[in-house]
């Protein structure tokens, strides 16, 4: 049991150290660019006791319980041999859920793999965006013509059963992993929908998933017209690239529409952002210990003055509400549609070594450059408008319509 208790104390020693002091933050999922060596961490091989703060409690002693239940697994366990990497995995796993901290998370190689393939540009699946850290997975937006939204998915909708098997009590991702799958094969959802008393059962089929991050096109009366999808690795050069291409036509104003982007890297919402913004703040980051970090407009933005309008709703989420906060607050551009989701609290996805998954572990919030704190609350739009089933049935866009009308009137 030597070598294995080794491995175990090196992967805690690190996890400690790389979740209170990496560097590098993104929003949704990604991995850190710095690393602090524990030799600069005073105090890390002991913990001071709650209730006497001169007491230190070594690790060696603090673990004692934990290695004398290993060892008696291993000695009256009915079934053996004992899978030693699945115990180690569970071990993590139950660490990060003692942080009662829904965003805080292990995942085993293949979820890690699964989680950080949609932001590299191509999937099989059904092309959702989710949240997995409520009591059940909920929908936050969908990719155009994407299978979910061609089955009729909606934003809110909450996956009770997958294939006939019920999510009760299921962690997330592991949700996560079963509605994704091979393309051309099928998973059936059942689903609870706000404002209907009965759960509905709908059967999409997986697609390969192509993700571009921008479309763009200039609309009628001279407006340009940017939809941007996710924040990707190829984001910023895609949407530098729209903006060059619009700008060609003259356009009276921009649309920049949020709307159903679940978000991506915080580097890309940077980026992004300051392609628009003139003033120097974008975001805040705010830690536990009341520490602020600040990120600033990155110099050479090539849309700053152009009259612009965001299009936002509730599947507007994490960076697309740093992009969307920082025009607000800023009064770059006026804010259109329905209110944001609330995704305002900074994860780092730290892979682990010898390719053993990664943890995800809430390191901040993030605040407007006004300091508002979005999580859990979203950001308001100027002008409220909400689209109802029938405008959606008749393609009636009325939010793009009023973006275009405030452009316009300009």
């Known amino acids: 049991m030597k070598p294995i208790r080794i491995i175990m104390y ?17 929003v949704g999922l990604y991995i850190p660019d710095r690393i602090v060596s524990t030799l600069s961490l005073p105090g890390l091989n002991t913990l001071s006791s709650s209730t006497d703060k001169e ?48 965003h805080s998370s292990y995942m085993d190689p293949t979820e890690y793999q699964q989680m950080s393939d949609p932001l590299e540009g191509e999937y099989e699946g059904i092309g959702a965006v989710v949240d997995v850290t409520g009591d059940y997975v909920t929908f936050i937006s969908f990719f155009p013509n994407s299978p979910a939204e061609q089955a009729g998915l909606k934003p809110g909708d909450m996956v009770l059963e997958v294939n006939g098997k019920d999510m009760t009590g299921i962690d997330g991702n592991l949700v996560l992993k079963q509605i994704r799958g091979p393309a051309n094969t099928e998973v059936t959802l059942k689903l609870k929908r706000k404002d209907q ?17 921008v479309e763009s096109k200039m609309l009628d ?23 060059k291409t619009l700008q ?6 921009l649309i920049l529409d949020l709307r159903n ?60 509400e740093i992009v969307a906060g920082a025009l607000q607050d800023t009064g770059r551009a ?10 305002g609290s900074v994860q780092n996805w730290i892979p682990l070594d010898n390719e053993e998954g990664a943890v995800r572990i809430t390191v901040a919030r993030w605040l407007t450059p006004k300091e508002r704190q979005i999580n859990k609350k979203g950001l308001e739009p100027d002008i409220s408008i909400k689209l109802t089933d029938e405008d959606i049935k008749a393609r009636n866009d009325a939010q793009l319509k009023k973006a275009i009308e405030l452009l316009t009137t300009k």
């Open 334 to 343: 006026k804010l259109v549609g329905e209110k944001s989701y609330g995704k």
């Open 197 to 213: 008393d009965e759960p509905i059962v709908v059967t999409v089929k997986r697609a390969k998933i192509q993700m571009n991050s």
């Open 10 to 26: 090196a992967m805690l020693a690190t996890l400690l150290v790389l979740g209170l002091f990496t560097g590098g933050v993104v």
């Open 55 to 102: 007491k230190t409690i070594s690790r060696e002693e603090l673990f004692k319980p934990f290695w004398q239940a290993w060892d008696l697994v291993h000695q009256e366990f009915v079934e053996q041999p004992v899978n030693d990497e699945k115990m180690m995995q569970g071990a993590i796993r139950g660490m990060m859920q003692s942080l009662n901290d829904p």
């Open 261 to 320: 982007n679940g978000g991506g890297f915080l580097n890309t919402a940077i980026e992004v952002a300051s392609q628009f913004m003139n003033s120097d703040v974008v975001m805040y980051e705010q830690y536990g210990n009341g520490e602020k970090k600040t990120f600033n407009t990155i110099p050479g933005g090539i849309a700053r003055d152009i009259p612009m309008v965001v299009l936002i709703n509730g599947g507007s989420a994490s960076a697309s």
């Open 221 to 243: 009366g001279g407006i340009a017209y940017i939809d941007l999808l996710t924040f990707g690795e190829k984001t910023t050069d895609e949407m530098k690239t729209a903006i």
């Open 248 to 253: 060609k036509e003259n356009p009276k104003g």
